[in-house]
């Protein structure tokens, strides 16, 4: 077991875990949990509403069955879910009946890491937050609580804190997760991909997927789009370690070591350069800088990367040449989690620019023009005007950080520089399971006055609160409307479909009430969030009764490719695509981007890379029974010939210790082909130590509890995180 799970587990007094489980089988609220309904309608309803179990946002309808929740689909108005939802979405009821909820708010009454509550009131809580809140104020000055929030569902509570007075925000969606590819991109075309990405997959003739997993990775539109263009026989090329699923759909799969992506990248464009094989009038019209470009990357040829990827020469050839054959409906994907050894920007600015090649910006099969639909804010006061700078990234220590860093926020915690930071609010998302290296993520947490955390079940993270508050699940409750930019414009709404088991509340109560405790309530005119969708809603000549009852308003169809009239604008300095980037180089940083060969396992370890599973989502749905049902634990896949060489038999159960001795649970092993033998790989989101998730807990491994070490990307600041090296400890 490492340190994080040798802890004291949490006791709640008043409420012990005996007694959660008692609640769990026995209280009819959970299982009817129907005030919204009260008079238990007979017969089917049908509530529109939008998917909450990740952040994809997919247009959903639930189904009350005589009034009890009953199922869940996807509304097929929606352009992203289009009527269908995944695995997990369709699994969101079990959120709703997941035994171990938290139900009522919880104050740490002993020692920060005793962890020994008392339930309280929402009054109680929120007058004890309001209070430390007023003192951090007084002492430090309101920059100094800071914020963590992941998904839609922190909008409200951000305002709060925004009214209050605090600047530093983050989510682990920017440093943990798709920044390095934003910042590739924006470098290089001078936009981002966004989410949903940009990717026009179901009219590529040919899709590039480098580790992109679409299929374990399950954003539902991506998936669809995907099995689409299988369908209809586009050509797929996966570059994996692993044979992923989606590699199982692939005419050419490459197996490629490790960390070495740059070199294949740069051999590819190579090729194409070289055999004149790119888009030349897409080049010679938007390009810039692409004659230094070309010379610097003459050096790389097919037989270069061979040692370094262990792809064959012909092989890059072949899959060189059958990108552009298609282009410019070939995409090669961007991908999403990219931070992976600490030179993702540049690596993900290589696929930019491979794609430049192809001239497929604009382009049907390539990347469209996302459009969204517009409503007009609600007027609020405006926000007291900060005294201090955010301090996520000191003096522009990582220049291309478009997005805030949450380590960076951690960091400035255990330092307390440039300014001490003594209260964090963390709304959905479990920090010690989405930051690397769990440890500096204790030590800051040590070192603050306040910590509040806002969920729905006892995670990790809510194991270290001082105030844990309650969430009512998605299904319970409004939301702010959701108008995410894709093809189509659009706005979806959430709706609560069954009222919240015991004392949970939405999101945008906490965060007006605390507003009110803090005298900020002239922040929040509306006396409920239906006043605020309503009002928002009127100004654009919309009715909320129409979207309560649809779910989705589609606006108009607008153009999306340039054949249908948009203009090929570039927002970088030069107005072009820059194939080199002046701005890289102003900053002392490649402008075309360079391989550096990844640091080796040493004798006995393998690469620790991780994943995601069909039927979960991060940390957040292994204690779902539904879900669980799916999938209880984690497996290890090891390659046969690792497997041979320890004597480790499939199914058997080992533990991994990484490069800093740290010991995981144990964690059964999947003996596949499917892998290279330098590397094994898991899922994430297992391995969960928190008592009080009775249905995770201690099943599989955690990945997260591994990731000891990590490599900062010096353009932008993401958590490089597949830098982890295991060995198996194997029972006596
Ligand atoms: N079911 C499900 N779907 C999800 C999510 C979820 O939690 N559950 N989360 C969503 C989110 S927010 C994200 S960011 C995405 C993440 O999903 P993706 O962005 O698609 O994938 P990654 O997590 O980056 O990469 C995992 C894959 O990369 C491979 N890989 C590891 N190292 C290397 C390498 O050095 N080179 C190459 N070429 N490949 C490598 C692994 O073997 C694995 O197949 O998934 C989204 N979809
Ligand atoms: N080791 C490792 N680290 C990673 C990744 C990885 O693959 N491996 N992936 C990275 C990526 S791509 C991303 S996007 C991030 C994701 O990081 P996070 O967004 O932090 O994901 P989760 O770990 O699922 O944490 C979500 C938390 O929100 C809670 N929650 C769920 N629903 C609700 C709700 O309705 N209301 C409230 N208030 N809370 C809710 C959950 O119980 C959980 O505690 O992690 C990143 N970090
Ligand atoms: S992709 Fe799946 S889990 Fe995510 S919002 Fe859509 S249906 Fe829900
Ligand atoms: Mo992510």
Excluded at 77 to 103: E, F, Y
Excluded at 210 to 222: A, P, V
Excluded at 653 to 670: A, E, F, H, P, R
Aim: proline share 7%; with cysteine; hydrophobic share 40%.
């Amino acid at each position: 077991m490492n340190s994080i799970s040798r802890r004291k587990f949490l006791k709640i007094t008043g409420f012990s875990v005996g007694a959660a489980a008692a609640v769990s089988t026995l209280n009819p609220l959970i299982k009817g949990a129907n005030k919204v309904n009260k008079e238990k309608v007979k017969g089917i309803q049908k509530i529109p509403t939008y998917c909450d179990i990740c952040f994809w946002k997919c247009g959903a309808i639930a189904y009350l069955k005589d009034g009890e929740l009953w199922k869940i689909e996807g509304n097929p108005l929606d352009p992203l879910s289009k009527g269908r939802l995944c695995p997990r979405g369709t699994g969101g009821i079990g959120a709703v009946k997941d035994p171990d909820r938290l139900r009522s708010p919880l104050i740490r009454t002993k020692e920060r890491g005793q962890e020994v509550w008392k339930e309280v009131t929402w009054n109680e809580a929120l007058d004890y937050i309001a209070n430390k809140m007023n003192m951090i104020k007084e002492k430090y000055g309101p920059e100094s609580v800071a914020m963590f929030a992941h998904g839609i569902g922190g909008n409200f509570l951000k305002h709060t804190l925004k009214a209050y007075g605090a600047i530093n925000f983050a989510a682990p969606s920017f440093a943990q997760c798709r920044g390095p590819r934003d910042v590739g991109f924006e470098l290089t075309f001078g936009e981002a991909i966004g989410s949903p990405e940009r990717t026009d997959i179901e009219n590529a003739k040919c899709i590039v997927l480098i580790g992109s997993h679409l299929g374990e990775n399950m954003h539902n539109t991506q998936v669809q789009e995907f099995a689409d263009a299988v369908q209809k026989d586009a050509t797929i090329i996966v570059v994996d370690p692993r044979f992923s699923v989606a590699a199982s759909k692939a005419k050419y799969y490459l197996p490629i070591k490790p960390g070495t992506d740059i070199a294949l990248l740069l051999a590819w464009m190579n090729v194409i350069v070289n055999e004149k094989l790119y888009n030349q009038e897409f080049i010679s019209k938007y390009g810039f800088g692409f004659e230094q470009f070309a010379a610097e990357i003459s050096q790389y040829t097919p037989e270069w990367a061979y040692p370094e990827t262990g792809i064959e020469p012909e092989l890059i050839r072949k899959t060189a040449r059958t990108m552009a054959m298609y282009k410019p409906a070939t995409l090669i994907h961007p991908g999403r989690h990219t931070t992976w050894y600490g030179d993702d920007a540049q690596r993900s600015r290589a696929i930019a620019l491979l794609n430049a090649l192809m001239g497929n910006w604009n382009e049907k099969g390539g990347f469209y023009t996302p459009v969204s639909f517009s409503l007009p804010g609600y007027p609020y006061p405006a926000y007291p005007k900060p005294t201090k700078e955010k301090l996520d990234n000191p003096e522009n220590k990582y220049p291309f950080a478009s997005e805030e860093i949450t380590t960076g926020i951690r960091e400035a915690t255990i330092t307390e520089k440039p300014y001490p930071i003594k209260g964090w609010f963390i709304y959905a998302t479990n920090l010690i399971q989405a930051l690397p290296d769990e440890k500096e993520t204790i030590k800051a947490i040590q070192n603050l006055d306040l910590m509040v955390v806002v969920d729905v079940i006892p995670s990790e993270i809510a194991g270290w609160a001082d105030v844990v508050l309650p969430e009512a699940v998605y299904l319970e409750r409004f939301d702010d409307l959701h108008m995410s930019a894709n093809k189509t414009p659009f706005v979806g709404i959430r709706q609560p479909v069954v009222d919240p088991p015991a004392d949970q509340k939405p999101n945008w109560w906490i965060a007006k009430k605390l507003a009110e405790k803090l005298g900020l309530g002239h922040y929040y005119p509306w006396n409920n969030i239906e006043e605020y969708m309503d009002y928002r809603l009127k100004a654009a000549g919309l009715s909320l009764e129409r979207l309560k009852k649809e779910g989705i308003i589609l606006g108009e169809k607008k153009p999306i490719y340039a054949s249908e009239g948009v203009p090929l604008e570039f927002a970088t300095p030069s107005g072009k695509v820059e194939f080199y980037s002046t701005q890289l180089a102003a900053a002392s940083f490649d402008p075309v981007p360079k391989y550096k060969r990844p640091e080796q396992p040493p004798a006995n370890h393998y690469r620790l890379l991780f994943g995601r599973a069909p039927v979960h989502s991060f940390s957040r749905t292994q204690s779902n029974r539904i879900l669980m049902d799916m999938m209880e634990e984690n497996e290890i896949w090891v390659n046969p010939n690792v497997a041979e060489k320890w004597g480790i038999k499939n199914a058997q159960y080992v533990k991994l210790k990484n490069q800093d001795g740290v010991v995981s649970n144990k964690i059964k092993v999947k003996v596949t082909e499917r892998i290279r033998t330098d590397c094994v790989y898991m899922v994430h989101g297992f391995g969960h130590n928190s008592r009080m998730l009775k249905g995770a807990y201690g099943k599989g491994a955690s990945d997260s509890g591994l990731i000891t070490k990590y490599v900062t990307d010096p353009l932008m600041g993401g958590t490089g995180m597949n830098v982890n090296f295991v060995t198996f400890e194997l029972e006596a």
